[in-house]
């Protein structure tokens, strides 16, 4: 995690920065991430007052980081780190284990599609492969739980490779329609596969974790579910930010601006457009591993084309071509789809799809890059776009 | 003989694949948008045909005909107020934004009307007529006369009348045609009008023959994009003879025990691979596709 600092300096092209700065903000911009995240657990463990711990929290990060001079990006992370540690004790974990579980698989596709210009409705089925990876090996062959996740990633990118072969060789609705079918048909085949996979009923997951005292609070299964899969996603975010902005990430833009141009200027079109799905699935595969431990269950109908469409809306609506952008659409889709059951109006109780469909042609209309492209254009603030480094 | 009763027995399913499939070219040929809420709204506006019969009692060729206008009346305003100012967007907003139509259709008809299945009325009632060993039922051949009707009268309009016209020079030459003084945007609301029309009818044949659900469209929609795929996006007897075509291998694929129900939509989708690949534009497109 050490390295993510230097990615705004060294990786993007035409944003130089003097050495003097980036060598104070490599050597000690994680300090207050650290040290913010350090006091959120102690002042949880010693007071058990969720709302104390995140003020500490955020307290901790904005000192230190003026302390030490380590800009307002490092301040940002240690803010945001502070929040999401905090977070399952102020509300469900189950709930935000989803979220990051979606801002995942997300962000998959915020390297297909924001990165090289593709469209994939089959998210949902490699989601689904990794799902289903896990499940078999933990509850058919008693692999422990956490030794399937990797066998799960590469389950999904093989899969994203056999699917990415002939479909990145179409172009946009021709792409759609095929991955379309992908997603369709994924819960027919596993009904024909039948017996092995659980069928109709699908596969009961064992639990992953047991409960855990850490001073005065108790730490419940599925909150150390959650602490484990926000692990991951920073594992990911780093890798994926690391990618974006190294020359193969210049590489899947310009593949996306002007194929023509890319292959004049060397690049192999077709291998980035297939890395970037065999890439996009692996994170799809990582999502699957991860939602089948916290779910505990996987059934054939979870992932099919409607579950596919949630992972394009969350970067339609939140921004397709930041990592940022598909974390705001995957809570906002997470949101939509599950916190409310209906909204009375005039007697009638509006069915929430109807909101939900609303919601994402609105933000299509309204927001150029979505939620988080809005954010950045409104706030036009030197201090939000420093601190992230991103467009 | 079984599989001639399972070709036969396909046609009724493959009249309603036609239609969407129809409505899907009408749209793409007029807009460039693939309406993947096709579907959805052919739902939306049987869920309201099932209150023109059921609640006020109207006969059912009277219900046909308002539900044709009502539908048309839906894609114009969907094509107005969501899809026209939206027509220059990156392609990826324009697949969301129907999405989206995906989504509130489903929700609208979820809203209004329990998820329940219910039974929907035959345009006729009567006993299956045999023919040798063949049982062909009265509905599905007035299904398929209908079918039929829809679409030899859309072909007359095309042909024929001064908006088809109007509707084939914007298709081919947009500036050429605001020249000679057509609004581009009226011919398009045109098109979709007609797409959603065809639907409605779509719709209330499928209801029939399944039974009304919010999700009854589901599986005829990717049937119909594996038909237009066929049949080539951008001709319209394209879709027709692959909507049937797919509906006799959908049956044939379903009656051999070795494959059966589960593996024939998995099979569709190798056929969309192997066409895509092989031949691009379809059995009846002439224009290049997507392929690089």
Redesign the interface.
């Known amino acids: 995690m050490s390295a993510a600092p230097q990615e705004g300096g060294s990786g993007s092209p035409g944003r130089p920065a003097t050495a003097a700065q980036r060598g104070s903000a490599t050597r000690l911009g994680w300090v207050p991430a650290f040290v913010s995240i350090a006091l959120t657990l102690a002042v949880m463990a010693a007071t058990g007052s969720a709302p104390g711990a995140l003020i500490a929290g955020i307290a901790a990060a904005l000192l230190a980081s003026r302390g030490l001079r380590t800009g307002p990006r490092s301040a940002l992370i240690g803010i945001v780190l502070a929040a999401v540690v905090d977070a399952p004790f102020a509300y469900s974990s189950f709930n935000l284990t989803q979220i990051v579980v979606l801002a995942i698989g997300a962000w998959g596709l915020v390297i297909l599609g924001g990165q090289t210009g593709q469209i994939s409705v089959a998210q949902g089925p490699f989601v689904g492969v990794g799902a289903y990876t896990t499940a078999v090996l933990s509850a058919r062959f008693g692999v422990p739980l956490l030794a399937t996740i990797p066998v799960g990633v590469v389950a999904g990118a093989i899969a994203g490779l056999l699917i990415g072969i002939p479909s990145s060789r179409l172009r946009g609705i021709y792409q759609v329609i095929t991955t379309l079918a992908v997603a369709v048909s994924f819960p027919t085949l596993l009904l024909a596969i039948g017996d092995p996979v659980g069928g109709s009923t699908g596969i009961a997951v064992p639990e992953p974790f047991q409960t855990m005292q850490v001073g005065s609070v108790d730490l419940d299964s599925t909150q150390l579910m959650y602490f484990f899969a926000v692990a991951c996603a920073l594992v990911v975010w780093v890798a994926l930010s690391r990618i974006i902005w190294s020359r193969h990430g210049t590489a899947m833009r310009a593949v996306r601006q002007n194929e023509i141009v890319a292959a004049v200027n060397g690049i192999s079109v077709s291998h980035y457009r297939i890395a970037s799905f065999v890439l996009s699935a692996a994170c799809a595969g990582l999502a699957g591993s991860l939602s089948a431990m916290s779910v505990g269950a996987v059934s054939p109908d979870s992932f099919g084309m409607l579950y596919s469409i949630q992972f394009l809306v969350a970067v339609a609506v939140g921004g397709a071509d930041s990592l940022m952008g598909g974390l705001l659409g995957a809570v906002a889709v997470f949101l939509l789809t599950t916190s409310f059951s209906g909204i009375p109006v005039g007697g009638i109780q509006v069915s929430n799809e109807v909101v939900y469909g609303l919601v994402i042609i609105l933000a299509l209309v309204l927001l150029k890059g979505g939620i988080w492209g809005a954010l950045t254009g409104v706030f036009e603030s030197r201090w939000l776009k420093r601190a992230v480094q991103m467009h | 003989m079984l599989l001639l009763q399972d070709v036969v027995s396909a046609f009724g399913a493959g009249a309603v694949y036609a239609l969407v499939a129809l409505s899907l070219v009408i749209v ?1 040929r007029a807009t460039g948008v ?1 309406n ?1 809420a096709a579907g959805e709204i052919a739902t939306f506006t049987t869920f309201v045909a099932w209150e023109l019969l059921a609640d006020i009692g109207l006969g059912f060729w009277l219900t046909l005909a308002i539900v044709m206008v009502f539908s048309a009346f839906v894609g114009v305003l969907v094509y107005v107020f ?1 899809m026209h ?2 027509l220059d ?1 990156p ?3 324009i ?3 129907t ?10 008809s ?3 009307w329990d998820p329940s299945p219910r039974s929907f009325p035959a345009p006729v009632e009567g006993p299956p007529i045999v023919i040798g060993s063949i049982f062909i039922t009265q509905e599905s051949i007035v299904d398929v006369a209908i079918a039929l009707l829809v679409m030899v009268l859309l072909m007359a309009v095309f042909r024929f009348t001064k908006l088809g016209l109007g509707f084939r020079a914007t298709t081919d030459n947009r500036f050429a045609a605001e020249v000679v003084g057509i609004r581009p945007w009226q011919m398009y609301a045109a098109g979709w009008a007609m797409a959603t029309a065809m639907g409605g009818v779509a719709g209330m044949m499928l209801a029939n023959m399944l039974a009304l659900s919010a999700s009854m469209m ?2 005829v929609l ?1 049937f119909a ?2 038909a237009v ?1 066929i049949g080539g ?1 951008e001709s319209p007897l394209g879709a027709v003879v692959g909507g049937l075509l797919i509906a006799v291998v959908a049956g044939v694929f379903s009656s051999l025990s070795f494959i ?1 129900t ?5 099979l ?2 190798v056929i ?2 192997i066409v ?2 092989v031949r ?1 534009s379809g059995l009846f497109g002439q224009r290049k ?4």
Request: glycine share 10%.
């Open positions: 793409f693939i993947f969501i100012p939206a967007k392609e990826f907003v697949v969301m934004l999405f989206g139509l995906f989504e509130l259709f489903n929700g609208l979820n809203t209004f589901g599986n990717v994009l594996v795929i996006l059966g589960d593996l024939a939509t998995p569709m989708l969309v691979i895509l690949l691009p596709a997507g392929l690089l």
